[in-house]
């Protein structure tokens, strides 16, 4: 496997084709943005001092930022429960949703949530209630968040030719709820807000976790997570793909399709720019493989997948 891994990514180096980003950062970073500044709208102006009086005064002295001791202490000894990570997770899917919603099409739907709970079980989180869904729009993407919610577009879920291929894509996506990817990035944010970040302001009945993460996260986690994480994503998702029985050239088939499309292809435009180019994810796996899986003979199911109306 390592050596057909390789050889895939040599021959995707000359492409210039943006990399396989999965994740859905600018609408939800334009979405999370919408519900910051509504919040702020709703915030009484201030009444300038008139003329000539003592406001310096009159005004209170500025106060100095000071650290949140317990903020700092959850950044640095702390973690988010399963009851917290799911309420992260379902406020940002709600969010998401708001924006795009999902296809109306319950075939669909069902097909692709028993594709990815039987990947998902493979993974050993058995607390976690898993989310699929397939977005209505036509940009190639997908995106998970903590709490087990994942979410591919209608985009990308058109370029798949078989059930291995969804099996690879969901597998990478679950491997960013396992390993935390997302919470990481949160908690990172958190001690930069104890550290000194300015609070901003919370809405009024708004779940206070899902509040801070606006405040402290929310753009960080919208603008994706760094290439080791996606590397790691890649590794776990393939194994998790493989025990559920699919041939593992599933993702590396999608990372491949994804690198022959045009550069400036608008259906691409979410991606991050600063995601891993395919060949490096494909390189990156090759290493990491090793020739393991080669004996494994999975399938690619291609007769039972769901053809998108």
Known sequence: MKTRLMVLAISLASF?????????????????????????????????????SQSAAASPPATKQKVDAGQLGFALFGDYSPEEENRIGKQISGNLLGAVPLVRDDG??????????????????????????????????????PGGYIFLTKGLYRRLNNEAELAGVLGHEIAHVT?????????????????????????????????????????IMARGLDKDAEFEADRVGIVFAARAGYDVWGLPTVLQDMAALPAK???T????????????????????????????QGKELANRFYKIR
């Not at 334009?30 to 001092?49: G, H, S």
């Open 269 to 296: 435009s979410l991606l991050y720019k600063t995601h891993p180019h395919p060949a490096d994810r494909l390189a990156a796996l090759g290493e990491a493989v090793d020739g393991r899986l080669d004996g494994i």
């Open 108 to 145: 669909l739907q069902r097909y692709v949530n028993l594709v990815g709970n039987w990947v998902a079980l493979q993974a050993g989180r058995k607390n976690t209630t898993w989310h699929f869904g397939v977005l209505d729009t036509e940009d190639i993407n997908a995106f998970a968040a």
């Open 179 to 219: 390993q935390r990817h997302h919470l990481k990035v949160l908690k990172k944010s958190s001690l930069i807000g104890a550290l000194g970040q300015a609070a901003s302001s919370k809405a009024q009945g708004s779940d206070q976790m899902v509040q801070n993460l606006i405040g402290n996260g929310a753009e």
């Open 16 to 52: 210039s084709g943006v990399a396989m980003g999965f994740d859905f950062g600018k609408l939800l970073e334009d979405r999370l943005n919408q519900e910051l500044n509504k919040d702020k709208k709703t915030q009484p102006a201030t009444t300038p001092p008139p003329a000539g």
């Open 265 to 267: 292809d608008n259906r």
